[in-house]
């Protein structure tokens, strides 16, 4: 059995005080032994904690004791050790830089596809109104070459604020198709996604919980690889396993 909780987490609200916050955070972390990475900023919070389970879940609770954090939702996976060296909580402008001011997340959604319904629509290649699907990816090119959807479009960017005007170009193309943006854990697809509709792609959605959450509730069908993730572990695999140490040596080399 597993010993360590991994979790992944964010959630787009409107946040002051960082300096203070950031400090009660870090004590409420130091205090259960937990090790990641929170990112704060004023339009809201994304994490990548690990520790023993009942200290981990012990500090979601009193997280969401602050009406700010009360929907904060987690994706979980587990591991035999401890995946960071240290804990960190940094203070930053924007959760995912994207460069475009008027995108705001916490002021509403893009619309989504939970995973099991995004799996009804590649098993048969259109969605519910026999549109076309296109998936996707948001991330930088590198993480694409540990794995990624069947016939997924990627722009080999190497920053997401390149993305946007990746899209643009290929609008013009995808208007008769409806295309669902993915990424990681889903934060990318949360600014994606309201861009897209924003230059009147009207037919996009975000893939709800990202590529973590679709192995989570539907596994490996309709993807190759493994997913990238920003820790010690390197990728998981569909199974939310770590890749085996020999792929990640043969990658590295290849690479």
């Known amino acids: 059995m597993k010993l360590i909780l991994n979790i992944a987490a964010y959630l787009f609200v409107g946040l002051d005080n960082l300096p203070q916050l950031r400090t009660k955070m870090m004590d409420e972390c130091n205090s259960r032994q937990l090790k990641g990475t929170i990112l704060l900023t004023g339009e809201g919070v994304n994490m990548f904690l690990a520790g023993k389970e009942p200290q981990l879940r012990s500090f979601l609770e009193w997280l969401r004791t602050d009406p700010r954090f009360k929907t904060l939702e987690e ?11 240290k804990m960190l909580i940094k203070i930053k402008n924007e959760i995912i830089r994207m460069n475009h001011p008027t995108i705001r997340p916490s002021e509403g959604r893009a619309n989504f596809i939970a995973p099991k319904k995004l799996q009804e629509w590649l098993d048969r290649g259109t969605d519910d109104f026999g549109r076309p699907v296109v998936m996707i990816d948001t991330r930088n090119a590198f993480e694409v070459d540990y794995g990624t959807f069947e016939n997924a479009l990627h722009f080999n960017i190497h920053k997401f604020t390149q993305f946007p005007e990746a899209i643009a170009a290929h ?49 490996s069908a309709h993807y190759q690889g493994s997913c990238f993730v920003f820790d010690e572990r390197e990728a998981l695999e569909p199974t939310l396993d770590s890749i085996p140490i020999e792929h990640s040596i043969r990658k590295k080399i290849s690479a």
């Open 75 to 85: 994706k979980d996976s587990w591991s035999d050790d401890q995946p960071f060296k």
């Open 171 to 219: 609008k013009e193309s995808l208007a008769d198709k409806t295309l669902v943006s993915f990424c990681t854990g889903g934060i990318r697809c949360e600014k994606s996604g309201l861009y897209m509709r924003e230059i009147g792609i009207e037919h996009s959605y975000q893939l709800e919980g990202g590529i973590l959450k679709y192995f989570e509730e539907v596994g």
